[in-house]
């Protein structure tokens, strides 16, 4: 590991254990802080900013790239709404998540604590800098943050501006880190600092999420490839169902929590297929069907068995007939991602059935999969959206940023073959 | 991987998801089942036993070794006894953990579901078999056994039995899976099995847990190293730290809970560590300490960087004289496994200080080490005492070998750029 990505991750590691025990209020004072530093110092973050986009610019970067890269002073007073935002909410730590008084006496109590130094690899906008410290530092933790090279400039200048902010407060200005280096090898210091790093979250594509999981020696938690389905059972409301599907699909095609596949009961094709053809061909989505879908439309592009595995994030959606709600849940186990699958019926059986088939972290019925969100579930922020197991499923909030600790409390009490003893 | 290794993590994979939506009475029954079923086959199982305990002789194994692997009728009916107890244990799945109706109407449950498959790696007696069978099944979850390989004929024979008993069951059968081998491949087949095997849980020492969390890329729990410390405060009462540092340490050595370490605040050293050093003596424990420590006693050993480190499961400890409450807090981050440590105190100060700042799975007030416990603190079982942050923490009952699953419900909500909306 190179000696600069060891000091800053020191670093790192002995502001978390200073960070660690403050109350909310130090806590909230400092974010409060960052997001007045933020939005006095806009101007240097703006030109930061401009050298990325000026290098994006140059190397031929699309517009709609470069129009999310780029930072004005409105984008900036956003960001920095955000952190106060952040800084309204509860704080978990201190929780008491259980606890009782034992037979023998013993008060136990089960609290949450920081987890404690936190790795976010991140390809994102430059605001993900910004709204992914915030959450790190309400809940108790320190942040190293690994963004995308694409943004480095602003990034570094956003670090400053925060590090600057948390010099003025009780919040160690080591708690917030930017990886040193642009290249790979910075991911790579990341992925190996187990003992200093507590747990990695990726935020982006599935290639940079699978690569973070099979080569890291510190926890990581898998956020955000979302390969929804919506299943039309045959007892749907099949007005419903076009537009449930074509809010899945087309209202914000980009997210994760998007539809990127529909499978129709074979009892309601002839009901519903036609009809949702139309109302997709309408919001200019293509979709890529078996072959009994093709039957209901010329403009159906046959469907593969990678269209099904696919997470398009675009105008596309692939498309399957299928006999029995078993025979989606099947399909949905083998093709999904384990995000978001929702049911579309009247019938209280079928949706109970699907609820308890379907192993994904939400279940809709009849609602859009777009509601898979820390902000629609009224957590108030969110690091991201899980699909794995362990931990934390699902939307995470700050609660999900945490660990817990146990503390019990006697008077001298002594474990013995016979039971408890209190001595003294 | 072997075809061999695939054919048991598919089934396995398959039984979980039929198990998974199991109510909690087919599982209590399949639970009683196999009880039954081990205390019928008690012959086959003592026999298939004497075949490993005769191998463990001729390779010169201590008769203590020997011991601990032995099955009798009698052992074999408290193991099914112990299977009893987790069908009397609440059932997990399906608690609801957080609910609300949504300001849309959304209804939102997150309700707790089996984690999937769960592969075991384990050294110990072959009732970890049972136990960890017993308590994966109750929790819904489907488990691959990978025991050591001194216990291969004893472990085979336990699997056949509950295997056995559970073709009469609505519990499938496949289910329960030893991992076929003798070798470290079975292992590594293990380790690398991701998106057949949910989570791994080494249960052993520290050289087999390590060795599972560089390599694995299945997500892992680490359990059961505890280099757990006792540290006097000078506000100590020093009858009461006596006889909790004997507890923690002599009581049971071998366990993960038992101290290793003690540390003791200067200005109590004169009072404390005479009285300390005659109790350790007569209970035959060699005290490895520093200098001031060896002022105290010339049965003192010198202690190393390393003793401090080392987690003994003997009759040893290390011991320092420490200035302060925060140098000992500082010790133990150093040195500590973060698992339990204990504070021997008066004050409620010192008291209220030590837990904020030691960060171990358990803290604990005037009490010995020895209360971290899954049987202690109420939870009936236990499969283990993670020593990580993520997941679980401390003591691992059942609710630990589950995951969540979020479910809401609407009647045609879709969402817009202006909000929710209800179609239909």
């Excluded at 690994?146 to 948390?166: I, P």
Aim: proline fraction near 4%; charged fraction near 20%; charge should be negative.
């Amino acid at each position: 590991m190179s000696e600069e990505f060891l000091k800053v991750a020191r670093a790192a590691r002995e502001a978390a254990a200073e960070l660690a025990p403050l109350p909310r209020a130090p806590k909230d004072r400092a974010l409060r802080t960052i997001a007045d530093a933020l939005v006095a110092h806009a101007a240097e973050i703006v030109q930061a900013n401009a050298e990325d986009v000026e290098r994006a610019r140059a190397q031929g970067t699309s517009e709609s790239m470069i129009d999310r890269l780029r930072l004005d002073e409105a984008r900036i007073g956003a960001i920095a709404e955000a952190v106060r935002q952040v800084a309204d909410l509860p704080d978990p730590v201190g929780e008491v998540v259980r606890g009782s008084t034992l037979p023998n006496g013993l008060e136990l109590r089960q609290l949450r604590v920081p987890l404690g130094v936190i790795g976010i690899i991140y390809e994102g906008r430059p605001n993900v800098t910004v709204d992914a410290a915030a959450l790190c530092l309400k809940s108790g933790n320190a942040v190293l943050l690994r963004g995308s090279s694409s943004a480095y400039s602003s990034n570094t200048a956003l670090v400053k501006v925060m590090q600057g902010a948390l010099r003025g407060t009780e919040v160690p200005a080591d708690a917030v880190q930017l990886v040193p280096g642009l290249t790979r090898d910075s991911v790579k210091e990341l992925m190996r600092a187990r003992g200093l790093v507590d747990v990695l979250i990726p935020r982006g594509g599935a290639s940079l999420i699978n690569s973070v999981v099979e080569e890291s020696t510190v926890p990581v938690i898998e956020t955000g490839v979302g390969n929804c389905h919506v299943y039309v059972d045959a007892e749907a409301d099949v007005d419903l169902a076009v537009q449930i599907l074509l809010n899945a699909k087309a209202q914000r095609p980009s997210v994760c929590n998007a539809a990127e596949t529909f499978l129709v009961h074979a009892g309601v094709a002839d009901a519903f297929v036609p009809r949702a053809l139309a109302a997709l061909r309408e919001a200019g989505v293509t979709v890529h069907g078996d072959e009994r879908i093709a039957g209901y439309g010329a403009e159906v592009v046959p469907v593969t068995d990678d269209d099904f595995f696919t997470e398009y994030l675009s105008l596309d959606i692939a498309a399957a007939v299928v006999g029995s709600l078993e025979e989606a849940v099947a399909h949905i186990r083998r093709y999904g991602s384990g995000h978001t699958d929702a049911i579309v019926t009247r019938s209280q059986q079928a949706a109970r059935r699907f609820v308890a088939l379907v192993d994904s972290a939400a279940v809709a019925v009849n609602a859009s999969t777009r509601f898979t969100d820390g902000g629609e579930f009224g957590f108030g922020a969110e690091i991201g959206i899980s699909t794995q197991k362990l931990h934390a499923r699902g939307p995470m909030g700050l609660p999900e940023l945490t660990s817990t600790k146990w503390i019990y409390t006697g008077e001298g009490h002594l474990r013995t073959s016979e039971g408890t003893v209190v001595c003294g």
